[in-house]
């Protein structure tokens, strides 16, 4: 292995910025008396935990909340789909067969409609198959092109990452596309797309860039859409119709890249890439990401998550920013799983939902948990 050092810093090209038209018109909040506030005399949160949930043999990977509290586990590794109540209690499990045939799941990708149907994209047949709450199939779709995770908004439209490869010069060029999708599946346009080298094959050399740039995408209870960067401090927001609200600009500096955030990632790509028998090269950026995650409040508040933490460190560190995209306080969050992997097209092991904040977290042993935490405004 060759560590190597991109001087530059972050670099990221913006390819193009094309606002769509929603599935619906609805009311865009553009003048200030129209934007709910926080609650009055408070300019911070904690989280307080309320709820713990373990298992023993499992692997959670995505969290589904519903209108009514109750949680849904996705297992990757597993197939498998645990529902909760509100209290903790397991009350229903769903396990996929692997295959093509109907209703079979090769890769697990789920999301929960506002009527309680799941939705769940197996990108390795690009097929999008529809449960209802007792996992019948509604409907199946093929989509045409090579979508990642979606995002599912209150009018079953849907937000995929699409991924784009072209080789130039021996070079292989990686482009992200934020693009959405009717109900139907009818393809409404792209949101923006930007340009991410992750992986180069120069002769016989495997180059992978560590901590690529990546696109991070959420939708809040009114289908306003934030989406930005990872190594720029910026989210963007669009309201349903496609029209831009605001701009979240954060000041601070991302922190230096320190040994210990590459060793274990490092290590990682060697065991999954040895089979290949290439000479692995790691280009290491100079600075961590600006933004590792985030998350929109019903009052506009958006919660940022950043790097600035060491990479162990058990706390994570916040931003809250206010409806008008003003910082408000630091907020140290609990470290949950997978906030820091570089693949942030990936739905992570965290999601906010009726004032409560749901994570997935382990212990030193690797034990996974999921645990609740009340947000409390102080």
Known sequence: MIAKRETCGWAITIISITLIIGCENRKDIIDKK????????????????????????????????????????????????????????????????????????????????????????????????????????????????????????????????????????????????????????????????????????????????????????????????????????????????????????GLTKSRPTAAEDSERKIANFEKALARFGNKLEFIIPDRMPAIADFFPFENKYVLVITYENPILSPTLKGHLFDQEGNFVSDIEVPRYSRWGDWGGLFKKGAIYKNSCFYTIEYDEDDNFMVKRYKVVWN
């Open 34 to 249: 129209d934007i709910q506030r926080g609650p009055t005399g408070h300019s911070s949160i904690r989280l307080v935990e309320d709820l713990k949930i373990s298992k023993e043999n499992w692997n959670p990977t995505n969290l589904e909340i519903d209108d009514k509290g109750y949680i849904y586990v996705s297992d990757a590794d597993y197939a498998k789909i645990y529902v909760y109540d509100p209290n903790g209690n397991e009350i229903d499990r769903k396990e996929f067969k692997q295959g093509q045939g109907p209703g079979d799941i090769n890769f697990l990708d789920p999301g929960l409609s506002l009527n309680g149907n799941f939705y769940i994209y197996d990108k390795k047949i690009r097929r999008l198959t529809i449960f209802d709450k007792d996992w019948k199939i509604l409907d199946t779709k093929v989509l045409d092109g090579y979508y990642l995770f979606f995002l599912l908004d209150s009018k079953n439209c849907l937000y995929f990452w699409k991924y784009i490869t072209k080789v130039v010069e021996s070079r292989e060029e990686v482009s992200r596309s934020l693009v959405k999708l009717s109900s139907s599946g009818r393809y409404l346009g792209e949101i923006f797309k930007y340009k991410e080298n992750v992986d180069q094959i120069i002769s016989n050399v495997f180059y992978i860039y560590l901590y690529p740039p990546y696109g991070i995408a959420k939708l809040d209870v009114e289908d306003f859409l934030y989406y930005s960067i990872s190594d720029k401090y910026e989210i963007n927001i669009a309201s349903p119709e496609g029209k831009p609200i605001r701009r979240i600009v």
